[in-house]
Structure formats: C-alpha cells, structure tokens
C-alpha cells in the first residue's frame, strides 16, 4: 500500500481531493518504469489539477503533480535499473496521466531524465517545473544574443516560481534584474535573490497606449502574459528578447506588431513539457552551474500531501511565493 493525493469529481461536477491510501494494482499500466517518489512540487498548473480548472485532467479520480524525483524501483526500460535517481517534468504527467502526488509512480522511461550528480532529489524539485522552465528561458535569451553588458533584464511575476528562480539564476549569472511584483512586500526576498530593481506590477499592467515606449530592457523573462506582456514589448530594446513562459495575468496578448517591425524585438516561446531529451539534459546541467543552491533552498519550503488541497488555490491567486516542494513521504 502506499499514500497518494487522489482528487475526485462528484456527478453534479465538484472537486475534491484528500490522501488516500492504494496498491499497486491501482498504478496506470501504460507506463514502464515504476518509481518510488521522494518529492513533487505545487506549480501554478497544479493548481488548475488540483482545483478542476483549465480542463487539463480528463479522467477522474486522478493523482496530480506534473513533476516528481525519486528513486526507480522497477524497470521495463533499458536505460533505467532500480536504484537509479531520476526526475520528471513535463509530458503531461499530473495532467493526461497520473503524476508525483503520491509515493509511487509508474511512467514511461522516455519522459525520465537522470538526476543530474551532485543534486539530490529534494534540490530537484525545489527546481522544479517552474525552475526548469526559468532555465530554458534564460537559455533562450542567450542563445538568441544575450549578454550581461547589454544592459537590465526584466523578470516578471518575479515573487512567484518561474520568477524566483529566473532571478537567482540571472543574478548569478551577472545580470542586472528588474524584478516586477504586485507584492511590495516581497522586496526585501526578490534582492536577497539578487534582484537589483524592484518594479511595481502597477507600471506594467496599463493596456498599450503607444506600441513604442522607452527602450527600457535588454531581455525579459515574462511570466505574466496578458496585458503586462504586450506593454514589455513596447519597451524592449532594439534586437531584445522576450522569452514568453506563462499567463499567469492573462492568455489574450493585446499588442501590435510595431516593436517586431520597427526595433527587431523577438518574442521567444517556452515549453517545458515536450522538450526533448537533449536539451532537458542540457537546462539541468546548466542549473546545476548556474543557480546557487543557497538561493534555491531561501527560495522554497516543504509541505506535506495533506497540505495540496489549500495550496491548489493558493498559487491560482498568485498567493504563493517561491517553490513549494512536496514531502510525499
Ligand atoms: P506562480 O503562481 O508561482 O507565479 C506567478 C506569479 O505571477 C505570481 O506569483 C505573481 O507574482 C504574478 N501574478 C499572478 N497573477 C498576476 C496578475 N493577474 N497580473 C500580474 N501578475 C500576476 O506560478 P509559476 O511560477 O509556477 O508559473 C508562472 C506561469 O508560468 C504560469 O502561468 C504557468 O502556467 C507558466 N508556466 C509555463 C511553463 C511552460 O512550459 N511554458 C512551465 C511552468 C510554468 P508577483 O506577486 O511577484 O507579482
């Protein structure tokens, strides 16, 4: 037997959820690869799982979590033995298929990657989905260009997962970062990050008056999306670019066109969840290089499965700061 946080919708469509207690039979069959579960993490699609929105889970009664690390048990895959550490993100896990709210898991070893050495599995998913996906961003800036000396980085939704960890890691990386908040409060967190600027979400969140403003920013993480994201592009600097990650502000991106065509501005699509092999295995080792890991552990905290329910809201209403890891033992 072992604890899993199953979430249930009733016939008239409510959602609830609680710790339930399962065996093996009741693990999905398609996967190949069984894995014994140390940690998961509650990320803002987490929240639309646990809470019934977005329409992302299908089938009910369903176990949440779109990432977990731990330790493979049993394996139909050759590229994995028992005893191997790995870490999952992505792939619909938590979503179309069971995922890491619980102490067992069992998924395809095409979706595994293995921990990177020198991380352990609690490290990983202080990372994360929302770490994870703050690399590939930075990654994306740098690979169209990007540099330290070409001047501030504007990181948006700063306070929240992908924001948090895309400060710390520009930040090390010697960038200078405008974190935007809608939490003042947040200040003295978002600079012992190594935020150098702190911007308040209230100067962004106007819809586009003018398609160009000042050439404020060299680059932007943008969590966000919605109205804060078409502003940032009026304000980018000749050449810069937007890595677009998230749409915590909004899906509809109410901008013109004027700052791809008169400044050369790009605007950079992230996925985490369908990224191949190749370059997850590139963004972890990266991580690991660039995100000290005394700022991942002032970034997150630990919770316990039982705590989810709450937690599910929580980060839907951009209460939540950092990363929450999942203790699902
Ligand atoms: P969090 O809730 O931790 O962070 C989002 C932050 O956005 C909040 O903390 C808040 O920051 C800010 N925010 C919330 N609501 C608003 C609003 N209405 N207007 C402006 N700012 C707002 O979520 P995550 O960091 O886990 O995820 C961030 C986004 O990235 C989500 O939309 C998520 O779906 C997306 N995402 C996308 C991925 C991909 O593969 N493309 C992978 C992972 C996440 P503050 O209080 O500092 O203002």
Known sequence: MFKALIVEKSEDGAISSGVQQLDDSQLPKEGDVTVAVDYSTVNY?????????????????????????????????????????VVLTGWRV????????????????????????????????????????????????????????????LVTGAAG??????????????????????????????RSLGASRI?????????????LESENWAGCV??????????????MKYGASVAAVGLAGGAALPATVIPFLLRGVNLLGIDSVMQPFANRERAWKRILSDLPMD???????TVALGDLPDLGSAILKGAVQGRIVVDVN
């Open 45 to 85: 699609k987490d929240g639309l799982c646990l809470t019934g929105g977005g329409g992302l889970v299908r089938a009910y009664p369903h176990v949440p979590g779109i990432d977990f690390a731990g330790t493979v048990e049993q394996s139909d895959d050759a590229r994995y033995k028992a005893g191997d550490k």
């Open 94 to 153: 938590g979503e179309a298929w069971w995922g890491g709210y619980a102490q067992k898991a069992r998924v395809k070893g095409d979706w595994l990657v293995p921990l990177p050495a020198g991380m352990t599995t609690r490290q990983a998913m202080a990372v994360g989905t929302a770490g994870f996906t703050a690399m590939l961003a930075v990654m994306a800036l740098e690979d169209h260009g990007l540099t330290p000396k070409q001047g501030e980085i």
């Open 161 to 190: 997962g992908v924001g948090s960890v895309a400060t710390a890691i520009l930040a090390k990386r010697g960038y200078s970062v405008a974190a935007v908040t809608g939490r003042p409060e947040t200040a003295d967190y978002l």
């Open 199 to 211: 911007v308040a979400r209230e100067e962004l969140n106007e819809t586009v008056k003018r398609p």
């Open 222 to 235: 943008d969590a966000v999306g919605g109205a804060m994201l078409a502003r940032v592009l009026g304000q």
């Open 295 to 301: 700022k991942l552990e002032a970034i997150s905290k």
